[in-house]
């Protein structure tokens, strides 16, 4: 069973504040998740976090994982502009296909960068001198398994260099006057498991070990990046991130302390695992349309939020007015001109009454951020709910002078009709 992080009456007061659709984020969840991680690497001297900022770009979000003394992990020009504005030290620059400008931006800002393609060193080149402090992309190809599950195929993807390229990046950058070196690796995403980050370690402190004795490079730092998941079926349960913390300093012990690497920090940059189940996504139903199925149209969409409609990712919905009545099978539907524009199927909820408040949960990461704007929608607000129990406006809903600010030589005037 999932509940919200609200009761009904509390976010009735809210909804009589702030129209809907808006996504509500838990300060007190947000927290709490930052300081469960870093107790759970703390035996690690170095540990940080690299919150993926393109999970939820919001700077009020931003600003309490910087309280939890979390870093940032970019991958765009503009996600450093505004995590330098934020005053973050601590950013890890995890781009691909990057352009020269943003290298020197990020050297600029004393992001630490992570070279995504062996083929960039000659990009880098060409815009900064190498940085003392770099770190490398790696692919090992094939499948990632665990026991007899396939959980990707880093084979297909797009990012990192082969074991081969990774080798010959970190001589010629120790060459280029490279002084400290990081490794990192993303190889499946959004596991429900608590053995990926301990298996994906085990993989790239065997790395470290062949580094060390290859090259003579005792590396600086090892980043297991992003991929650990939630439980966003109701049937699933939820990654133990103290059991986590614990697997790979087992495989760090076992590993890296026999070949004289103790000294090796941890990074993650996780998005998911921080912020998915510490947002929501609040709508209200406002129509109900009975064909060959029953549709209820809620007054958010797909812009909204776009995993059910991009990946036919399951969201679990609470209607708060009705959270127990008897249930019928329903589509929930936005009202896009778009027959993906779906945030449940042919799924079993209680019945829904025109006016009902419907929660749509584990919204926090990848969310609000991959909304857009199709079919004129403006994209909505963004509210904190505060440890104190008050909501916050944390980003306002755009309006259509937002929508036409960019049109060229052209101004709309607006009134009030
Ligand atoms: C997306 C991304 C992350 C975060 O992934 P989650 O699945 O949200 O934890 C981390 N690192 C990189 C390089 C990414 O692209």
């Known amino acids: 069973m999932k509940t ?4 009904r009456d509390q976010l009735a007061e809210i909804t009589a504040h702030y129209p809907t659709p808006f996504h509500l984020y838990d300060e007190k969840g947000i927290r709490e998740k930052a300081r469960a991680l870093n107790d759970a690497f703390s035996w690690n001297k170095g540990f940080k976090e690299y919150f993926a900022v393109k999970a939820t770009p919001t700077p009020a979000i931003l600003r309490i994982l910087q309280e939890e003394n979390c870093g940032v992990d970019c991958a765009s020009y503009v996600e450093l502009l505004m995590s330098h504005k934020m005053g973050f030290q601590d950013i890890m620059f995890s781009s691909n296909n990057t352009p020269q400008e943003d290298y020197q931006y990020a050297n600029q800002i004393g992001a630490t960068i992570n070279l995504d393609a062996y083929e960039d060193i000659e990009h880098l080149k060409r815009a900064i001198a190498i940085p003392e402090t770099i770190s490398v992309r790696y692919n090992p190809g094939g499948v990632f398994e665990l026991g007899t599950d396939i959980m990707d195929h880093p084979s297909e993807a797009k990012f990192g260099m082969t ?3 990774l080798f010959q990046a970190l001589s010629e ?10 490794v990192h690796s ?6 429900v ?4 980050y301990p298996e994906l370690a085990r993989q790239l402190f065997e790395l470290a070990v062949e580094i060390k004795s290859e090259l003579g490079i005792s590396l600086d730092f090892i980043n297991l990046s992003g991929g650990i998941g939630v439980n966003y079926r109701p049937e699933q349960e939820a990654n133990d991130i103290a059991v986590i913390g614990a697997g790979v300093h087992r495989v760090y012990d076992e590993v890296l302390l026999p070949a004289g690497l103790g000294e090796v920090k941890i990074y993650t940059e ?16 406002t129509h109900r349309k009975e064909t060959y199925r029953t549709y209820i149209g809620v007054d958010a969409s797909a812009v909204n ?3 059910p409609a991009m990946y036919g990712a399951y969201h679990h919905i609470t209607n708060m007015d009705n959270p127990q009545g008897t249930s019928e099978v329903v589509d929930v539907v936005g009202s896009l001109c778009e027959n993906n524009d779906k945030f449940a199927v042919q799924r079993e909820l209680p019945v829904t009454t025109i006016g009902d408040t419907l929660v749509i949960h584990d919204t926090g990461a990848h969310g609000f951020s991959m909304g857009y ?3 004129a929608k403006l994209r909505s607000a963004e509210i904190l709910y505060t440890e104190d129990g008050s909501a916050r406006l944390i980003r306002r809903a755009e309006k259509p002078e937002d929508y036409f600010a960019t049109f060229a030589g052209l101004d709309f005037e607006m009134d009030e009709s």
């Open 4 to 7: 919200p992080f609200i009761t």
């Open 373 to 375: 704007q199709y079919n």
């Open 186 to 191: 993303f190889l499946a995403s959004n596991t």
């Open 163 to 165: 074991k081969k390229q």
């Open 270 to 285: 996780l998005g998911r695992f921080m912020l998915a189940p510490h947002g929501i996504l609040v709508t209200k139903a």
């Open 305 to 307: 939020l776009m995993r």
């Open 193 to 196: 498991t608590n053995d990926y």
């Open 173 to 182: 950058l120790q060459e280029l006057g490279a002084k400290y070196f990081g």
